[in-house]
């Protein structure tokens, strides 16, 4: 009797264990994995009544159109969803965020144009990921960094016109890389991709059809082989703009910093004033070619202050103590950033260069470079930064007739001297 009831309990464990919907073909493989085949059934969404105890779920060549958010809550134990040759055009964020133990995720041959891409955060052990013949045309940049444990990536066959620099990133176990068969736009956004497939280890498979097929004078040429000249990474040269001696300022002191750039594409200036009291960017020109001032494009730019020119040139008029501190000029194109900075202050006494090495004994080298490159930027602001020093005599000098006038007098700043990045 009691074997009886011990065969019994056995038989309802293993019902249990491989309940099944109609539509598809349960059974426990040799390592104990229940696998659910559901392959080839004409089925148009994720089928109900799946075993919880799941762990291979094979759903290709079905005409599934859509993922929702609980499409798998059945199956939490999966490793291995395979769901290509489907007609798959949406996912719901959720969709696969709770499948934490998954493998292997095969999303090739449908029709997704975006993907919830947060879902892949959960996913740390994942090894395989096809999302190749779709219809992608961006991927966030961050978009596999927490995917540790990825080996083999499919991109090959979307709409991919260019990649995120830094998009391979943090993927130590990457072996297997497919994006071939992807229109790019071959401008200097993919440059780093020719570098880093100089470099890498990672095996790029049919690495010859990474084609551009933009512009048309790279067209079907391998991304591999943009010419170097195409793109250069900005350089940038800071400089003071000053008459120096005897010069004669009405209505306060106007500083005048110039940014030259060079690169290709020619790099657009950007500039970062930090001061005791506001900190400030500029995108661009704010004066226009008539003189006159244009809106701000951001709420932090303060444009009543500090003046720029479509050359590079940047005016601060009736510059005060206020007005101290660090100007940064950014140059930026598609291949990179490179900044540079000085460091303004205004002293106030008969003898400035005592004065400055009294509030700031660091100042004593006059003239040195403070140049960054972008990624390595010390946000501590340590290293030597150039400091302009001007003189403003205790009494201004007054002629009859004549508005009261500010004479520069002291400049400790070498004609010529320049920063460069």
């Not at 004409?42 to 919880?52: F, R």
């Not at 951001?298 to 020119?309: C, D, I």
Request: hydrophobic share 40%.
């Amino acid at each position: 009797m009691m074997s009886l009831l011990c065969c019994v309990g056995i038989a309802a464990l293993l019902a249990s264990s491989l309940a099944c919907p109609r539509s598809c073909v349960c059974s426990v493989k040799k390592n104990g994995r229940l696998l659910a085949e559901c392959a080839y059934r004409d089925l148009q969404e994720v089928p109900a009544g799946l075993s919880p105890n799941v762990t291979i779920l094979t759903l290709s060549a079905n005409r599934i159109g859509s993922l929702r958010e609980t499409s798998f809550s059945e199956v939490p134990e999966v490793q291995s969803l395979w769901l290509g040759y489907n007609q798959i055009s949406t996912v719901e964020v959720g969709a696969f965020a709770h499948l934490v133990h998954l493998k292997n995720l095969d999303l090739s041959h449908n029709k997704l144009v975006d993907f919830p891409w947060k879902d892949l955060r959960n996913l740390s052990g994942l090894q395989i990921l096809k999302m190749n013949n779709n219809r992608l045309a961006g991927l966030p940049r961050g978009a596999f960094h927490a995917l540790k444990d990825l080996r083999s990536l499919w991109l090959n066959d979307n709409e991919l016109t260019t990649l995120a620099e830094g998009t391979f990133d943090h993927l130590p176990s990457l072996s297997q890389l497919q994006i071939f068969n992807n229109p790019f736009n071959c401008s200097c956004k993919v440059f780093w991709l020719k570098k880093w497939t100089e470099n890498t280890s990672v095996s790029i498979t049919k690495g010859g059809s990474i084609l551009c097929m933009t512009p048309s004078r790279l067209k079907g040429r391998a991304v591999t082989d943009i010419p170097d000249h195409f793109c250069v990474a900005p350089s940038v040269q800071l400089t003071y703009l000053s008459n120096l001696d005897n010069t004669v300022m009405y209505d306060g002191l106007t500083l005048t910093l110039h940014c030259s750039v060079a690169g290709n594409p020619l790099p657009e200036i950007r500039w970062k004033i930090q001061t005791s009291t506001r900190s400030t960017e500029i995108n661009g020109p704010n004066v226009a070619r008539d003189g006159k001032v244009l809106p701000p494009r951001h709420a932090k730019q303060s444009q009543e202050r500090f003046l720029v020119f479509k050359n590079g040139t940047m005016a601060i008029p009736n510059f005060s103590k206020e007005d101290e501190g660090i100007y940064t000029c950014l140059a930026v194109n598609d291949v990179g950033m490179r900044e540079v900075s000085v460091n303004v202050a205004l002293a106030g006494s008969e003898n400035p260069a005592d004065d400055l090495l009294r509030n700031a004994p660091q100042a004593s080298h006059l003239g040195g470079r403070s140049c960054y490159k972008g990624d390595d930027l010390d946000p501590s602001g340590a290293g030597e930064k150039l400091v302009i020093v001007y003189h403003v005599p205790r009494e201004s000098k007054s002629r009859a007739g004549v508005v009261p006038q500010m004479s520069l007098g002291t400049l400790l700043l070498t004609l010529g001297l320049a920063l460069r990045c």
